[in-house]
T-cell receptor, first 111, second 114 residues
Framework: RKEVEQDPGPFNVPEGATVAFNCTYS??????FFWYRQDCRKEPKLLMS???SGNEDGRFTAQLNRASQYISLLIRDSKLSDSATYLC????????????FGAGTQVVVTP | NAGVTQTPKFRILKIGQSMTLQCTQD?????MYWYRQDPGMGLKLIYY???????DKGEVPNGYNVSRSTTEDFPLRLELAAPSQTSVYFC?????????????FGPGTRLLVL
């Protein structure tokens, strides 16, 4: 079983709409969570950390549900430039160098 | 700061050839990593290093070697290239911010083994 699982998508989203997707993690000891964005043929880049109480960064909202072991990402007012693959990442505080990356969820924003 | 830089950007190797993928970071990070990413797959950790002179295996180390003689550089060596090593290789380094590790990636090296 993969440590971090994501729906690969693609999620096809009209411009201006809202899209949300989840990621599940299997290690209950995971303490740190992130969303990374990866554009086609580019390197992953940190989008946002995920905090226990949930957090927003502009049009992006991340939530953590420890009981069900999943995190979510919601994108409001989608822009064409939001088209990318979103990688879910989980790590434990004693596992430096062993962050677990999901395979990614592809989002395609259409005009 | 240039961040994490990798060379070459793209390389074609014949089976059995060897090469070194270069990685340099100028952020004074102690932790550095090598990942490979196959099409449609997640990142798989090959090797990592917690500081100069210290390296450790990740999830998929077979067929690769690393060294870490300085804080800045973390080269990845392929001794006998095989078609299964065709992939995109990302180097990363990390910092600790408020107890959370954040990894910064280089632009990647695309390797094709024929």
């Amino acid at each position: 079983r993969k440590e971090v699982e994501q729906d690969p998508g693609p999620f096809n989203v009209p411009e201006g709409a809202t899209v949300a997707f989840n990621c599940t993690y299997s290690n209950s000891a995971s303490q740190s969570f992130f969303w990374y964005r990866q554009d086609c043929r580019k390197e992953p880049k940190l989008l946002m950390s995920v905090y226990s109480s949930g957090n927003e960064d502009g049009r992006f909202t991340a939530q953590l549900n420890r009981a069900s072991q999943y995190i979510s990402l919601l994108i409001r007012d989608s822009k064409l430039s939001d088209s990318a693959t979103y990688l879910c990442v989980a790590g434990t505080t004693d596992s430096w160098g062993k962050l677990q990356f999901g395979a990614g969820t592809q989002v395609v924003v259409t005009p | 700061n240039a961040g994490v830089t990798q060379t070459p950007k793209f390389r074609i190797l014949k089976i059995g050839q060897s090469m070194t993928l270069q990685c340099t970071q100028d952020m004074n990070h102690n932790y550095m990593y090598w990942y490979r990413q196959d099409p449609g797959m997640g990142l798989k950790l090959i090797y990592y290093s917690v500081g100069a002179g210290i390296t450790d295996k990740g999830e998929v180390p077979n067929g690769y070697n690393v060294s870490r003689s300085t804080t800045e550089d973390f080269p990845l060596r392929l001794e006998l290239a095989a078609p299964s090593q065709t992939s995109v290789y990302f180097c990363a380094s990390s910092s600790l911010d408020r107890g959370k590790e954040t990894q910064y990636f280089g632009p990647g090296t695309r390797l094709l083994v024929l």
